[in-house]
């Protein structure tokens, strides 16, 4: 087995500093062999922290067995290496949005130098997973976004990653300008993986999604170890064919939750209360409007009208 660091994008910074995105690879198998490649890509926004200790993860369990690696694992744990250090979602200094600006240009500005490099250093992958947590407001289950347009080509590969829950969402412009996007039109195979709460590493849900990986290279034929599964199987269900129904804040106040993330419940159980700490009012119940999984719950407990306060998958248990 190989491993090396390889700069995938340099671009000058003031005061005499570059700014550099790296990946680690990982080559193991027969050199004269088409090997095939899995590329993991997570740091896109500064505030998502998971897909750190994924990364880790995934180099450790590969160099404590190089012998079952068969082919070439990519690792980019900082897309947005400026986010990272400094604790913010976006770039520094643009007030941008690094998911919003592929496929990128090599006659850009420097953002878009750097998506272009990170679009063509992935050229080749015959898979992309491309890893996320929520904000720090929301916390998410663990999930697979996948555009409908891509759901056929997808799902599939998505079922092996040991998460739970798959969601199939609409096409929405916005979504054009992401990595994940950008890849697919390519027809690069690309999976968006969301899991766990902003600032924050959730062990179990690291753990979940490494043995995913694993998985997932195994099918690839990457990996040749049989034993893939250091924590729990998972199951997936998938949102096609039931609604997504999203909850906001009817007030402001602080929400107290009452249900467990990632449970199922019924119409009209108690997800939280919007207080009001000034007079010690409960000025809102937060009630499930239909049976459902409760699969995003409000983690920021500061609340405003309008606010999110939790996603349900309708329909019950299966």
């Known amino acids: 087995m190989r ?34 490649r899995l590329s993991i890509v997570t740091g896109t926004h500064g505030d998502e922290l998971e897909g750190q200790y994924v990364a880790f993860m995934v180099g450790e369990r590969i160099k404590k067995h190089p012998e079952l690696l068969n082919g070439i694992v990519d690792i980019y744990p900082a897309a947005n290496p400026l986010g990272i250090d400094s604790i913010q979602r976006g770039i520094p200094g643009f007030d941008l949005d690094m998911n919003r600006v592929f496929p990128g240009d090599s006659h850009g500005t420097m953002v878009d130098i750097m998506a272009g490099d990170i679009i063509e250093s992935l050229n080749g992958s015959d898979l992309v997973l491309d890893i996320h947590a929520s904000n720090i407001f929301l916390r998410e289950m663990p999930q697979a976004r996948i555009n409908e347009n891509m759901g056929e080509a997808l799902l599939p590969i998505a079922e092996k990653l040991n998460l739970d829950f798959l969601w199939v969402h609409p096409n929405a412009t916005v979504l054009e300008s992401t990595l994940c996007y950008s890849l697919n039109i390519k027809n690069i ?8 709460v902003g600032m924050r590493i959730t062990k179990e849900y690291c753990v979940q999604l490494t043995d995913g990986i694993f998985n997932i290279m195994k099918d690839m034929g990457i990996w040749l170890g049989d034993d893939v599964f250091e924590g729990k199987r998972h199951c997936s269900i998938t949102s096609e064919g039931r609604e997504i129904v999203f909850l906001n804040a009817s007030c402001s106040g602080v929400f107290i939750q009452s249900a467990e993330h990632a449970s199922y419940l019924k119409k009209n159980d108690v997800i939280g209360r919007i207080v009001k700490p000034l007079t010690g009012e409960v000025i809102d119940e937060v009630l499930a409007p239909c049976d459902g999984l409760l699969f995003t719950v409000r983690e920021y407990p500061v609340v405003y009208e309008g606010s999110l306060i939790a996603r349900m998958l309708g329909g019950s248990k299966k």
Not at 189 to 196: D, F, N, Q, Y
């Open 189 to 196: 195979p690309c999976v968006v993986i969301e899991a766990g």
């Open 3 to 36: 491993q090396r660091v390889e700069v995938v994008s340099s671009v000058a910074l003031p005061v005499d500093e570059t700014l550099e995105i790296k990946r680690c690879r990982y080559i193991g198998g027969d050199k004269a062999a088409r090997l095939k």
